[in-house]
């Protein structure tokens, strides 16, 4: 079974990082980039998900679509269960843990500025076996 990453972040910098990790991991030998949750949603409802996992390394505040809201119209979508995603996020906020932890998608949270190492541990991980769930 493949692998697609998709990057759900505005800022280049954050962009340029989680590609080269990306590619450091092997998982993927590239991924797709999206300033936007609408934009992300819009590319995943006219993707081929047949035998094909999509991680998703997503910032939290990417408007006009957050992350939740996007997490939110992938559940209502058949191929729900061939999405993970990684939310990667400048906020500390407990609450966004707890909201994190209701998407059965979500499978890791990091913090800005996101550790590489851990980063990359967790997308060799995912290559290996189907992640586990938060």
């Known amino acids: 079974m493949s692998v697609d990453v998709i990057i759900i972040d505005d800022d280049p910098a954050s962009i340029f990082l989680y590609q080269t990790v990306v590619k450091k991991s092997e998982l993927a030998k590239a991924s797709l980039v999206f300033s936007n949750g609408q934009d992300a949603l819009n590319y995943l ?15 939290i505040n990417v408007l006009p679509l957050s992350a939740w809201e996007l997490l939110d119209q992938i559940n209502l979508r058949p191929f729900a269960d061939c999405i993970s995603a990684i939310i990667i996020s400048s906020s500390i906020d407990s ?37 586990e769930r938060i």
């Open 95 to 131: 609450i966004d843990r707890k909201k994190a932890k209701a998407f059965k998608q979500v499978i890791q949270c990091l913090e800005k500025p996101v550790d590489v190492k851990e980063l990359q541990d967790k997308l060799k991980s995912f290559g290996r076996v189907f992640p």
């Open 45 to 59: 409802d006219t993707r081929d998900h047949q035998d094909k996992l999509c991680l998703l390394l997503m910032d």
